[in-house]
């Protein structure tokens, strides 16, 4: 106990001369604390984002991440002219489409079934994309096997060579291929000697080449595909993805959480107005409640810009940051409010100021130092996107804390000389005294 006396006595100590030179010297402290807001500010116009989920939730150096290298070296991409799904290094680029027939339970492998099916495999094959003015089809980008597009066998079972004869189960051979009927087909119903009888969903998937030079197109192919497939309409049900699929999702959601946020920031600013906004017109803290938000906010633009700096590439979750710095930094200046009115009313400025500071010191500083703690903890996570959310949350939450002590800070010496000046909250004009109101003498008011 008495270790921890004596180091919250120089920690107090510290923040009450701090609180003394804030009150001097509030503007240049105030100016030097946007300039370098402002500075680091900028690096978001070098921000860049990794969205490939795969890398960002798979440990670093992982036996598995090695073993895939290895085979990536050993067995090069032949995705352009001998492609072979099973040999596929990772899940690949494709498009991946299931159909089921427009009656629930409808047999898929009924005449107009397949026609539609029909219809929506010319329907793909004709998706084009345009890239630096040149344009490309399907058949510049799909998987190739002696120089013919391959998607799965399904274009022989869609010619009629196949579906026109008994499909037995499990399995059928397709030219110099064997295709697994499950793989194809869902809700199959065999008779007793394993025919394929009826069949409720039918998949076509559509593999891209991975190959270099080639990877961006196709998944520029991949990306008109999902708007293509969105406008197809017919008397059939359709569900379709991309192997992107799941990080377009994610990212959508990440570009939602600006709304979340830009919707939280001013919730909190007026909550913080409202509750602080109490009183006669001399003593209402709104506007000075309204710039501890502004200083958590401060905190955020500082940490993206810093680490965009150092080259951490943003990731989805750190939508969340901004989140948990809104509160940690809302807390500490509800701390320093809380301070400041304990203080003596009577005291000068420097006092009230000083006084305040050593009042909640240690408490903002051991919050935000513990925070820190766990976030630089969480900094050597062996996962890229927890690693990647906690520099990102720590920073900011150093830099959250730095703007409650200079920015919120000043502004708190400002509001403390308008108090004790007697001037309104909003103008800014000088209220009279009580025996001024009595006497009608208003002459000495500005």
């Known amino acids: 106990m008495a270790v921890y006396d004596v180091v919250e006595g120089h920690i107090s100590g510290a923040f009450v001369k701090y609180g003394k030179f804030l009150a001097r010297y509030p503007i240049p402290i105030l100016a030097a604390a946007l300039l370098a807001t402002t500075a680091l500010g900028f690096g978001i116009f070098y921000l860049e984002s990794e969205k490939d989920l795969e890398y960002l939730y798979t440990p670093e150096n992982s036996r598995a991440i090695k073993d895939r290298y290895t085979v990536m070296q050993s067995f090069p991409d032949r995705s352009s002219d001998e492609f072979y799904e099973h040999q596929l290094p990772t899940l690949g680029l494709y498009g991946d489409i299931i159909v089921v027939g427009g009656n629930e339970g409808e047999n898929v492998l009924s005449e107009g079934v397949l026609a539609d099916i029909s219809i929506i495999d010319d329907f793909v094959k004709n998706i084009t994309i345009t890239i630096n003015d040149t344009e490309y089809g399907y058949l510049n980008v799909c998987a190739k096997r002696s120089g013919e597009c391959v998607s799965s066998g399904i274009q022989n079972l869609l010619n009629g060579s196949h579906l026109d004869a008994s499909l037995t189960f499990p399995s059928v051979n397709v030219g110099d291929e064997i295709v697994d009927l499950p793989v194809i087909m869902g809700g199959i119903r065999v008779d007793n000697n394993s025919v394929v009888q009826s069949a409720e969903a039918f998949r076509l998937r559509y593999y891209l080449q991975t190959v270099n030079g080639t990877m961006e197109i196709s998944l520029a192919w991949e990306r008109a595909f999902l708007r293509k497939m969105s406008q197809l309409k017919g008397n059939f049900t359709a569900a379709y993805s991309v192997s992107q699929s799941l990080n377009y999702e994610l990212n959508e959601g990440t570009d939602g959480d600006v709304t979340y946020f830009s919707t939280t920031f001013t919730i909190m600013m007026i909550y913080a107005a409202v509750v602080c906004g109490t009183g006669s017109c001399l003593t209402a803290r709104g506007f000075l409640a309204n710039v501890g938000v502004y200083s958590a906010g401060l905190g955020i633009l500082a940490s993206f810009g810093f680490c965009s700096y150092i080259g951490v590439k943003l990731v989805n979750i750190v939508g969340v940051m901004p989140f948990l710095i809104i509160g940690i930094g809302i807390d500490d200046m509800f701390l320093l409010m809380s301070g400041w009115l304990q203080t003596s009313p009577s005291d000068t400025v420097e006092g009230r100021v000083s006084s305040a500071f050593g009042i909640v010191a ?39 804390y730095l703007m409650q002590l200079t920015v919120f800070g000043s502004a708190m010496v400002f509001h403390t000389r308008r108090v004790q000046s007697s001037r309104h909250c909003f103008t800014c004009t000088k209220i009279p005294s009580e025996e001024q109101v009595n006497s009608g003498d208003r002459k000495s008011v500005v």
């Open 362 to 400: 240690v408490s903002i500083t051991v919050t935000s130092l513990t925070d820190l703690l766990a976030f630089c903890i969480g900094a050597t996570n062996i996962f890229p996107s927890l690693r990647n959310f906690c520099i990102y949350t720590g920073f900011a939450i150093i830099w959250c």
